[in-house]
């Protein structure tokens, strides 16, 4: 599942509706709302997100603290103007990736993958197979 926190319903209607094209389910809240439901939602309902795409919103830093303190996901900031000192404020506060819109889905997806990549989250030995597999790519 991808969280789609903008401040904008068309913004995050458009990206929730691209997700779903491509077979991936996705939510969209507001800044404050989502304050609110990622503090209070269940350990369980926050592990099952694989990314957090932060639009615009007041507080985009504040937003990607929350999200570390309750989530190893992927965390990635959509900008409309991109700046040097916006990107790197960003990146400093706990931000994996900094894209500029309009962005195709298909390239967040990718993202996503890369730092799950990195973060280790995908395991590389398959020695320790079981009947079960879990894919978390939705």
């Given at each position: 599942?991808?969280?789609i926190?903008?401040?904008?319903d068309?913004?995050?209607d458009?990206?929730?509706?691209s997700?779903?094209?491509?077979?991936?389910?996705?939510?969209g809240f507001?800044?404050?709302?989502?304050?609110g439901?990622?503090?209070?939602?269940?350990g369980e309902?926050?592990?099952?997100?694989?990314?957090f795409?932060?639009?615009?919103?007041?507080?985009?830093?504040?937003?990607?603290?929350?999200?570390?303190?309750?989530?190893t996901?992927?965390?990635i900031?959509m900008?409309?103007y991109?700046?040097?000192?916006?990107?790197?404020?960003?990146?400093?506060?706990?931000?994996?990736?900094?894209?500029?819109?309009?962005?195709?889905?298909?390239?967040?997806?990718a993202?996503?993958?890369?730092?799950?990549?990195?973060?280790?989250?995908?395991?590389?030995?398959?020695e320790?197979?079981?009947?079960?597999?879990?894919?978390?790519?939705?």
């Amino acid at each position: 599942m991808i969280v789609i926190v903008d401040d904008r319903d068309i913004v995050t209607d458009a990206f929730r509706s691209s997700f779903d094209r491509e077979g991936i389910s996705a939510v969209g809240f507001s800044a404050g709302d989502f304050e609110g439901w990622v503090e209070a939602a269940a350990g369980e309902d926050v592990m099952a997100i694989n990314a957090f795409l932060i639009g615009q919103c007041q507080r985009p830093g504040a937003l990607a603290r929350v999200i570390r303190r309750r989530s190893t996901a992927a965390v990635i900031a959509m900008n409309d103007y991109k700046t040097l000192a916006t990107t790197l404020e960003l990146f400093a506060v706990g931000v994996d990736d900094v894209v500029s819109k309009p962005c195709h889905v298909r390239e967040i997806l990718a993202r996503i993958e890369a730092i799950s990549r990195r973060a280790g989250l995908e395991r590389q030995d398959h020695e320790h197979e079981t009947a079960i597999r879990v894919f978390r790519d939705g």
